[in-house]
């Protein structure tokens, strides 16, 4: 069972609408990352963070914003949506033992009209 | 750089159907591999994992062995079922380090009953 949640599942709003997708997780994890998902299902890691006020860059450029302001908490932010910034954004965090293991939430499905 | 190759679906079988997923990779150095499957509408979870050379990963009657000499960890199933229908994703780290966690464009399975 999933520690790690995402809100909204699905979301349709108008170009130019600043949006915010939820990430939080009760794991006590201190790395957290966001993935976008296009259509051809790859990943692309778009953000990451190792921890409270600690936030990267990933391999795939986004015109998105991250804060981490507490451990559980990881929101993903646009300021201005457009279509281009419609895809599937997954959340994931990993634990400490740094393994490679990451544990995903079940995504947020994002449609810019 | 590291990559993960993934053999391209998507792939149908019929209830019951052996199952291999084909997976090979590029990488300067030992890998831990690691398969996560996307069951529809969810987020990834970790299926199995091996994190040296001649180990094999098994969990829901899914195995998978980490093969150094070919650098392949391929995915099988000896009877599918259709619950198994999912995404299926090959990945690899470096270090055990989910930041450098690398994914394959992972391969669709639909079990037909």
């Given at each position: 069972e999933a520690d790690i949640y995402q809100t909204p599942r699905y979301l349709v709003i108008g170009t130019g609408k600043k949006i915010t997708l939820e990430c939080s997780q009760t794991m006590g994890h201190d790395k957290m990352y966001w993935y976008q998902q296009d259509p051809g299902m790859e990943l692309h890691l778009i953000h990451y963070s190792y921890g409270v006020n600690s936030t990267e860059k990933g391999d795939l450029s986004s015109e998105s914003t991250v804060s981490r302001i507490r451990t559980e908490h990881f929101p993903l932010t646009?300021?201005?949506?457009?279509?281009?910034?419609?895809?599937?954004?997954?959340?994931?965090?990993?634990?400490?033992?740094?393994?490679?293991?990451?544990?995903?939430g079940e995504g947020s499905r994002l449609t810019v009209l | 750089g590291n990559s993960v190759t993934q053999m391209?679906?998507?792939?149908?079988?019929?209830?019951?159907?052996?199952?291999?997923?084909n997976c090979t990779y590029t990488a300067t150095g030992y890998p831990s591999l690691f398969w996560y499957v996307q069951y529809p509408g969810e987020g990834l979870q970790l299926l199995l994992k091996a994190t040296k050379a001649d180990?094999?990963?098994?969990?829901?009657?899914?195995?998978?062995?980490?093969?150094?000499?070919?650098?392949?960890?391929?995915?099988?199933?000896?009877?599918?079922?259709?619950?198994?229908?999912?995404?299926?994703?090959c990945a690899l780290t470096l270090g055990g380090s989910a930041r450098q966690l690398t994914f394959g464009s992972g391969t669709q399975l639909t079990v037909l009953p």
């Open positions: 646009l300021e201005s949506a457009r279509p281009s910034h419609t895809s599937q954004y997954l959340c994931a965090s990993g634990g400490t033992a740094n393994t490679g293991e990451l544990f995903f | 391209e679906g998507p792939v149908t079988l019929s209830e019951e159907a052996f199952l291999t997923i180990d094999k990963g098994s969990n829901k009657g899914f195995e998978a062995t980490y093969r150094k000499e070919t650098t392949s960890f391929h995915l099988e199933k000896g009877s599918v079922q259709v619950s198994d229908s999912a995404v299926y994703f």
